[in-house]
């Protein structure tokens, strides 16, 4: 008899658990961002409308990703766009910093770095999630 390995893939819920997990991390990076730009400006050597429009740009993604999640099943098509924002984001981030577009301190290469690498865990896992519910779904 062979016996099977249960990953956490394997969890019905895994896909709708770290899409609300990234919705929930753009929702309050965006709230952070709006309300306490100046502040993180300081901190950061980051402009303030850069924080400000970041914040604003995350907030209707985190709707968007929420309403993704929310659908049962989850549509492939929503989590592929989801993946895609997340690339873009992550590797516009860090190109920011390789082009010299911005020019943070030491505190805020590390925000922006660390953000961007946040985002691509979440946005691998969100591969991993729905190459599993692809292969459920193909029985």
């Known amino acids: 008899m062979k016996e099977t390995t249960m990953t956490i893939f394997d969890r019905p819920n895994f896909l709708r658990i770290v899409l609300g997990i990234d919705a929930a991390s753009c929702a309050i990076m965006g709230l952070g961002l709006v309300a306490d730009a ?5 901190i950061t050597a980051l402009s303030s409308t ?7 740009v995350l907030l209707p993604v985190a709707l968007f990703i929420a309403i993704v999640a929310a659908q049962r ?6 989590v592929w766009i989801v993946i895609a924002g997340n690339l873009a984001w992550g590797v516009a981030s860090v190109a920011l910093l390789l ?8 505190v805020g290469a590390l925000l922006v770095v660390g953000q961007a690498v946040a985002v ?20």
């Open 120 to 139: 691509l865990i979440i946005t691998d896992l969100e591969y991993m999630g729905l190459r599993h519910q692809r292969r459920q779904a193909l029985g």
């Open 73 to 78: 099943p989850i549509p492939a098509i929503g």
């Open 50 to 56: 850069l924080m400000t429009v970041a914040g604003l």
């Open 99 to 106: 082009t010299g577009t911005i020019a943070p301190n030491v």
């Open 38 to 42: 100046r502040a993180i400006a300081k």
